[in-house]
């Protein structure tokens, strides 16, 4: 635990991440950067330059990430379930702010791949676009966890595939909820789950 920053910097340093031309800069306002659980090491070593606040959630797992990733990031401690509106509340307030926040929309305990429709709420609350992150890494470790992580080794390529960013309507129908759940879905490779 205490060398996990130490590691973490190291491993960051040498790793070799692709910035496609997806006109992410070009965007207006704030972003949600979107992606599955079990790709946020890629994910997180993408948005860096971006620097948003990371959903984390408030378990031993999420401590241990929080305490990896130190300084680089902010944090809002929070996840879906029991404290799942305190976490969207907070998120609301750093986008309404103009700052970009990233999550994984099938965190923090899955079922792996199912999109759950908060990152829409908050788009539509907030007017922010999300951006859904795809990060291939190779070569890299799959943990034999809930979501299968895919953990890069030292000097790893990261290929980010971006997909169509996502803006949603503040009077959103559950109907369009449900279809950007199933588009966010397909492009990640998960399931789509209903509200």
């Not at 790709?39 to 971006?50: K, L, N, R, S, T």
Request: hydrophobic letters at 45%; aromatic letters at 8%; proline letters at 7%.
């Amino acid at each position: 635990m205490i060398m996990a920053p130490i590691a973490w910097r190291i491993l960051n340093s040498t790793l070799n991440v692709s910035y496609p031309q997806s006109k992410i800069t070009e965007l207006e306002g704030p972003l949600i950067f979107a992606c599955l659980h079990r790709d946020i090491i890629g994910a997180i070593a993408y948005v860096q330059p971006f620097k948003p606040h990371l959903l984390v959630s408030e378990s031993d797992d999420g401590l241990i990430l929080v305490r990896t990733l130190g300084s680089a990031f902010n944090f809002v401690r929070g996840a879906t379930g029991e404290n799942g509106g305190r976490a969207l509340v907070k998120l609301r307030k750093v986008l309404n702010q103009g700052k970009h926040i990233g999550l994984a929309v099938d965190g923090p305990k899955g079922p792996f791949g199912t999109v759950h429709p908060g990152v829409f709420q908050l788009a539509s609350l907030t007017g922010a676009t999300v951006v859904p992150l795809l990060p291939i890494i190779r070569p890299r470790l799959v943990l034999n966890t809930w979501d299968q992580t895919h953990v890069p080794y030292f000097f790893s390529k990261i290929e980010m595939k971006v997909g169509p960013f996502l803006k949603v309507a503040n009077n959103v129908s559950k109907e369009d909820v449900l279809m950007f759940q199933r588009d966010l879905s397909d492009f990640l490779g998960g399931q789509s789950e209903d509200c």
